[in-house]
């Protein structure tokens, strides 16, 4: 089976007396209260989805990340992780002591090992990691609002935050496991935010006649108004598995977090994410993790060059579209036909009829799905 991202699959989860002492201890260390996304992250780190990260990332690491797309030690990364807290609040902790890292409920979430605390330029982030310092971007946005000091220091999870849909969550070593089990020795990782249509599937199908099985992840967490909510994502793909997959060919499980619309940038976090679930290869296709018109439409796959030893094969998929006279999707390498037979896959269209009450039809969408997405008052984030 493929390996983890620089070597080793991480696992910080406390246990047994461990965890008793941690939480018997929390109750006397400062405390730090975390949005949903952060704690997500914590999450992420502990159970491996983040390996090699065992914590907040330090200012050498965040620097070289920010500069050169790869950690200090030379190993690819391309999204900063970090833990920004008020300048008051850093002030009061002392380097080599411990803080306890609250969720929204307000329980006990993780142990954070400080060793650093260290300022930074959010412009500086907003430029080289979005490309853009466009307010109007969902990431610059998120940029905007981070507190003035950055903490690093390794972290120990004492418990996972409660989720909905924690029938759904595996983590990287559970999905390994399965991945054994089911003797695959190639799989091919499918990132989404969106529900599916019948271009999806294409891609889908295409990259799986290569490779024993194909992992669904879609991403559960904040996302931009518009999308789809994540209740929605989840039926939606459930139903086209159950109808439209060999069951063991198929898995979906989910990954707890945000979207940042790095474009470029995500793309090649992404393939490392699913790297550490074990998949040998990931899909990326036109646009992968942008919004709206601030990256070339292919830049997330020509990224792919400057990382040759990433470890994961990307399978690139470029233009793809329903043809009336071919009745099938095709490509531009496949269909002799011209535009007038041609019919886009555009979620904007999607969205547009379903905003309407009206089903998509079926060369775009599979019926059991739309009346799965018709189901719901309103399928969209507000």
């Keep these: 089976m493929i ?18 002492e941690a939480l018997e201890k929390a109750k006397t260390l400062p405390p730090i209260k975390l949005d949903a996304e952060s704690i997500s992250d914590v999450e992420n780190i502990a159970t491996g989805v983040f390996s090699p990260l065992e914590g907040f990332m330090g200012e050498a690491d965040f620097r070289s990340v920010l500069s050169h797309m790869r950690l200090a030690s030379d190993l690819p990364w391309t999204i900063p992780i970090v833990l920004d807290v008020e300048k008051g609040v850093a002030g009061k902790l002392r380097l ?4 306890i890292l ?5 329980d006990a979430s993780a142990v954070l090992h400080l060793e650093e605390k260290y300022a930074y330029d959010k412009e500086e982030i907003a430029r080289k990691v979005f490309g853009t310092t466009d307010a109007a971007h969902p990431g610059i946005a998120k940029v905007k609002g981070m507190k003035d000091v950055l903490l690093g220091g390794k972290i120990d999870l004492i418990q996972e935050s409660p989720t909905p849909y924690v029938r759904y969550k595996l983590s990287p070593k559970e999905t390994r496991i399965l991945f054994r089990e089911k003797n695959w020795r190639t799989v091919v990782g499918f990132q989404t935010r969106n529900t599916p249509h019948i271009g999806h599937e ?15 992840n879609p991403v559960i967490g904040k996302k931009k108004k518009g999308d789809y909510k994540d209740a929605v994502i989840l039926a939606s793909y459930e139903e086209l598995i159950r109808n439209y997959y060999l069951k063991e060919r198929a898995v979906m499980a989910i990954l707890m977090m945000e979207m940042r619309y790095a474009g470029p940038r995500e793309a090649i976090f992404h393939a490392i994410i699913r790297k550490n679930f074990g998949c040998t290869h990931i899909i990326i296709g036109r646009d992968h993790a942008g919004v709206g018109n601030y990256y070339h439409p292919y830049a997330a796959q020509d990224i792919f060059e400057e990382f040759p030893e990433l470890g994961i094969v990307p399978l690139f998929f470029r233009s ?40 998509p039809p079926a060369e775009l969408v599979r019926p059991e799905v739309a009346k799965i997405i018709m189901e719901y008052k309103n399928p969209f984030n507000e």
């Design 3 to 20: 390996q983890p991202h620089g070597g080793k699959l991480i696992d910080r989860i406390l246990k047994g007396d461990e965890k008793r």
């Design 202 to 216: 294409y891609i889908q199908k295409s990259a799986l006649t290569f490779v024993d099985g194909i992992f669904i």
């Design 320 to 359: 793809f579209y329903y043809c009336k006279k071919c009745q099938s999707v095709v490509n531009d390498k496949t269909c002799p036909h011209p535009p007038a037979d041609q019919i886009q896959f555009s979620g904007t269209k999607i969205r547009d009829l379903l905003v309407k009450g009206e089903y």
């Design 102 to 106: 609250i969720n929204e409920g307000g």
């Design 96 to 99: 080599g002591s411990d803080v």
